[in-house]
């Protein structure tokens, strides 16, 4: 999880601490496909989702309790 910037942390370390979580986590996502979040996706201006699908993907996303507060 992110933690929330220290008082005496630059910019630059926030981000490059950003970075690094980011990366972990794609590393790990890679590593274990099977555990990360379907996110719907279609073209940009092809369309849109129906809403069943907006339902569900709301619902299990406010259900999991490993976002940030």
Not at 20 to 46: M, N, Y
Request: no cysteine; aromatic share 12%; hydrophobic share 35%.
């Amino acid at each position: 999880m992110v933690r929330l910037n220290k008082q005496d942390e630059t910019f630059q370390h926030w981000r490059q601490r950003m970075l690094d979580e980011t990366s972990r986590f794609i590393e790990w996502g890679l590593q274990h496909p099977e555990e990360v979040t379907w996110i719907p996706k279609h073209r940009v201006a092809a369309g849109h989702f129906s809403e069943r699908l907006k339902n569900i993907f709301w619902t299990i996303l406010a259900q999991d309790d490993r976002g940030p507060e």
